[in-house]
């Protein structure tokens, strides 16, 4: 049954991982040269969307709690952008949705 309610976590996992490469590599915006914001938002978004993924391999949910904390403070920052990277909060809330209901399960 826990495996249903993380399938949550694990479609919101995939989903910041192909917005992030979209930040990164296809925002017409983004400044390549600089790589650290690369990297910080590489840590801040794409490992805790690893996370969650690896939260519904193994049925943790604990992970999925560690994810939404990790993601949080770059997500918020994103989610008053306007555009499709405002979408980075609401993956970031679906892993804290996804932790509360693999928690009533």
Same mark, same amino acid.
């Given at each position: 049954m826990r495996k249903k309610y993380s399938i949550i976590g694990l479609i919101a996992g995939l989903l910041s991982i192909l917005l992030w490469l979209i930040l990164n590599f296809f925002n017409p915006y983004s400044n390549l040269i600089n790589g650290g914001t690369t990297f =910080?938002? @590489?840590v801040m978004l =794409?490992? &805790?969307g690893c996370l969650a993924i690896i939260s519904f391999s193994i049925s943790k949910k604990l992970f999925? !709690? =560690?994810?939404? /904390?990790?993601? !949080? &403070? +770059?997500?918020?920052? !994103? +989610?008053?952008?306007p555009? /499709? @990277? !405002?979408i980075f909060g609401i993956t970031s809330f679906t892993y804290l949705i996804s932790y509360i209901l693999m928690e009533k399960k």
């Open positions: =910080v938002s @590489f =794409v490992l &805790p999925m !709690l =560690v994810a939404f /904390i990790w993601s !949080l &403070p +770059l997500s918020l920052y !994103l +989610l008053m952008t555009g /499709i @990277f !405002l």
